[in-house]
């Protein structure tokens, strides 16, 4: 690889974690080109090269992201045996996918409140692709007589919109730790509490016959 290429590549990256950060924090609506190529370190002109305008920005930031997602998915499921082994393969590739991209959680908070306006056509098709997956097992887990009858979607929308608001939320939690303690039994530390851990096994209770 030629080292223009690498500046390319480094370039490219740092555009759009800075871009990641910034639909995090102000969703597509309120994020601005001018502050996205300040947190790069860029100028707009060279993110408009590299890659487009707000648009193609958001675009790219998520298909890579789902993208990713979905690769890992099926990799992960494809190693996995019985039904249930996938299940657990499908909410691990859910944890590696948040600890590389932990801008996901609030971006799709943000989509989700503007009833998705934004979403790109292109996404829409790497998240349907997504829960195609989960469906084929959950049909598998049905035809071996293993699983419930579970709608995937579903399923999918309790993963997903769980850690989404879960992690979305950890400001508010903090700052009522000592309140809600009284009233609840989940540890507000997110170093104390495994969400995804707590979701398998609801999941997995669910669906075992």
């Known amino acids: 690889m030629t080292s223009q290429k690498t500046r390319k590549q480094a ?6 974690g ?5 639909f ?19 100028n707009k002109a060279m993110i408009y090269y590299h890659i487009g305008d707000k648009k193609a920005l958001y675009t790219q930031v998520l298909h890579q992201i789902f993208g990713d997602v979905a690769a890992r998915m099926t990799n992960n499921i494809n190693r996995a045996r019985t039904p249930l082994d996938k299940i657990r393969a499908y909410i691990a590739s859910i944890r ?4 590389k991209h932990p801008y996901l959680p609030p971006i799709m908070m943000h989509e989700l409140a503007s009833g998705g306006h934004h979403l790109p056509e292109i996404v829409a098709n790497d998240l349907a692709s997504i829960i195609g997956l ?8 049905c035809r071996e007589s293993d ?7 579903v399923l999918h929308l309790m993963v997903i919109g769980g850690v989404s608001y879960f992690k979305t939320s950890d400001p508010l939690r903090l700052r009522y730790a000592k309140l809600m303690g009284k009233n609840i039994t989940i540890k507000v530390d997110p170093d104390g509490f495994d969400l995804l ?13």
Do not use: C, W
């Not at 370039?11 to 759009?16: C, D, G, K, S």
């Not at 995090?24 to 860029?42: P, W």
């Not at 851990?197 to 016959?209: D, H, Q, Y």
């Open 11 to 16: 370039t490219v990256h740092r555009i759009l």
């Open 18 to 22: 800075a871009a990641a950060q910034m």
């Open 24 to 42: 995090a924090e102000t969703g597509y609506e309120g994020a601005r080109i001018d502050a996205i190529a300040e947190l790069a370190g860029v």
């Open 96 to 99: 590696q996918t948040l600890a």
């Open 134 to 141: 989960i469906s084929d097992v959950v049909a598998q887990g």
């Open 147 to 153: 699983f419930n009858r579970i709608d995937p979607f």
């Open 197 to 209: 851990k707590e979701i398998e096994a609801i999941i997995v209770s669910a669906l075992s016959k």
